[in-house]
């Protein structure tokens, strides 16, 4: 049941993101990436979409996987930009540059996540998606790192991990069975080129809309 509902919120907000883009005069307020925005995220080295799906680690923690994807319409790429834990974002509000977030994956409802394990292919620090139906720990906040004082939807961000300061990265590493293909997304410490993230298809919420409902078409 869970799963139907989620397929159905996902189609309801792609119907909502036809009719804003048939708006006029809003383009002004659609700049930025707000809270509760649902969007792909590009890494623009490797040119691939964070990814993740029911599938576990094999070594590690054995959470769910996150990975890359070079695949631009793979509904699993899709990630909810939250407030942190007992700090909820105004629903439309505009993330600010060095504001402190959540990254939930919508199919699942796991938080972006990493931690103190070992990635299973460059032995960075791995990087997972936790919790259930949104709520998980400490270890799921991020902070956007962006030049300007709002996220801005073209712009190329950084995301840095509150609890142990490494960056959501992807060095190009890819995976054989069962996901073949697919690149390893982990933590890094320090800034390069392979953590530059770009927002690409998405729903991007504004304040003076109803929220979506998850529960019908």
Same mark, same amino acid.
């Given at each position: 049941?869970?799963?139907v509902?989620?397929?159905?919120?996902?189609?309801r907000?792609l119907?909502?993101?036809?009719l804003?883009?048939?708006?006029d005069?809003?383009?002004?307020?659609?700049?930025?990436?707000?809270?509760?925005?649902?969007?792909?995220?590009?890494?623009?080295r490797?040119?691939?979409r964070?990814?993740?799906?029911d599938?576990?680690?094999?070594s590690?923690?054995?959470?769910?996987?996150v990975?890359?994807?070079?695949?631009?319409?793979d509904?699993?790429?899709?990630?909810?930009?939250?407030?942190?834990?007992?700090h909820v974002? @105004?629903r /439309?509000?505009? $993330?600010?540059?060095?504001?402190? #977030?959540?990254?939930?994956?919508?199919k699942?409802?796991? *938080?972006?996540?990493?931690h103190?394990?070992?990635?299973?292919?460059s032995?960075?620090?791995?990087v997972s998606?936790?919790?259930?139906?949104?709520e998980?720990?400490d270890?799921?906040v991020?902070?956007?790192?962006c030049d300007g004082?709002?996220?801005?939807?073209?712009?190329?961000?950084?995301?840095?991990?509150?609890?142990?300061?490494?960056?959501?990265?992807?060095?190009?590493? @890819?995976? /054989?069975?069962? $996901?073949r293909?697919?690149?390893? #997304?982990?933590?890094?410490?320090?800034?390069s080129?392979? *953590?530059?993230?770009?927002?690409?298809?998405?729903?991007?919420?504004?304040?003076?809309?109803?929220?979506?409902?998850?529960?019908?078409?």
């Amino acid at each position: 049941m869970e799963g139907v509902l989620l397929v159905r919120g996902f189609v309801r907000s792609l119907l909502v993101l036809l009719l804003w883009s048939g708006c006029d005069g809003r383009d002004s307020e659609l700049n930025y990436v707000t809270c509760g925005s649902l969007v792909k995220l590009l890494n623009t080295r490797h040119n691939v979409r964070l990814h993740s799906h029911d599938v576990k680690y094999g070594s590690g923690s054995g959470q769910q996987s996150v990975t890359g994807v070079e695949s631009a319409d793979d509904a699993n790429s899709y990630w909810q930009i939250r407030g942190k834990p007992n700090h909820v974002c @105004q629903r /439309g509000a505009a $993330i600010k540059c060095g504001q402190a #977030v959540r990254i939930t994956h919508m199919k699942t409802g796991r *938080n972006l996540h990493t931690h103190h394990f070992s990635s299973p292919l460059s032995h960075n620090q791995e990087v997972s998606a936790f919790g259930e139906n949104g709520e998980g720990d400490d270890l799921d906040v991020w902070t956007v790192q962006c030049d300007g004082e709002y996220w801005e939807r073209d712009d190329v961000v950084r995301f840095k991990h509150v609890g142990t300061d490494v960056f959501l990265s992807i060095t190009g590493e @890819q995976y /054989g069975h069962p $996901i073949r293909g697919q690149r390893e #997304v982990h933590g890094m410490n320090s800034p390069s080129q392979h *953590n530059f993230w770009r927002t690409m298809e998405g729903v991007f919420i504004q304040p003076s809309l109803e929220p979506l409902r998850h529960d019908e078409l």
